[in-house]
């Protein structure tokens, strides 16, 4: 019996809808015959593809034992929900740096001291959304999947190009940043992360582990990113080029580039 004389989004994911050729909305209305009010309405009904990726950053280490069941579990669910994942993987210098902390330190040091994080495996979605260590983020009862399904159903406030090149072992770096909404007073951060998507290899640590995805091998132009703080108005394009070697990559062919935003 409340009136709330505003609008409310709500917003349904279809997926399980995927491929069927006839389809049919039905909305179901329930009440009393005793409260009279002005009733309802619906505007704007829009059905379309979700355009927000959402961001995971997984920290691991290969001398961890722990850290070989975790990646097990995160590669897994990351395989089963890839159509709205990025997932990036940091090499952290404890419990004892593996081979891959050694080949770019910088990154996992800077993104463990930026979330306190001092154990591995732990996992994060988009920044601070969801965060926890990743045996038990994983663990159903935490409801993990209706984390995600929320998550990538929200706006994305920016949109995202990049155009790579490369010579010789350099990778040439292009991205355009374009505001989808005015942006007032936010401190934002551009993040340029280079992965190696994957790498196998042997002797990188001692559990055993010897295939390993999206490893973070750079971040440009440094691991503090690029300072993107200003005023954005809906449209506003920030253009952001770097260039960079591949010289500690185990297969530069196996190059990527995630451009994140937060």
Do not use: C
């Amino acid at each position: 019996a409340d009136t709330l004389n505003r609008w409310i989004d709500v917003r349904h994911d279809l997926d399980i809808l995927a491929g069927e050729p006839n389809v049919r909305f039905r909305i179901a209305f329930a009440s009393n015959n005793s409260t009279i009010l002005n009733g309802f309405a619906f505007d704007d009904v829009w059905i379309g593809e979700r355009p927000r990726k959402v961001l995971f950053e997984h920290f691991t280490n290969a001398n961890d034992a722990l850290s070989s069941e975790g990646n097990e579990l995160f590669n897994a669910w990351v395989n089963q929900n890839k159509i709205d994942i990025v997932d990036i993987q940091h090499h952290t210098e404890y419990p004892v740096a593996d081979q891959l902390n050694l080949d770019y330190p910088q990154g996992a040091s800077a993104q463990s001291l930026l979330y306190g994080i001092s154990i591995v495996p732990y996992s994060i979605m988009d920044r601070n959304f969801f965060r926890k260590q990743t045996q038990s983020w994983l663990n159903p009862n935490d409801n993990y999947l209706a984390k995600l399904r929320h998550r990538r159903l929200t706006d994305p406030k920016f949109t995202i190009d990049i155009d790579l090149g490369f010579t010789g072992n350099t990778i040439n770096i292009l991205t355009e940043i374009t505001a989808l909404e005015s942006i007032t007073d936010k401190n934002l951060t551009a993040h340029v992360v280079v992965l190696e998507k994957m790498i196998e290899q042997t002797g990188v640590g001692t559990n055993g582990e010897t295939k390993f995805r999206n490893v973070v091998k750079k971040m440009l132009p440094d691991a503090a990113g690029t300072n993107i703080s200003e005023n954005w108005n809906m449209g506003d394009i920030r253009s952001l080029q770097y260039s960079s070697s591949l010289s500690n990559f185990y297969n530069a062919a196996d190059s990527n580039v995630v451009v994140v935003v937060y």
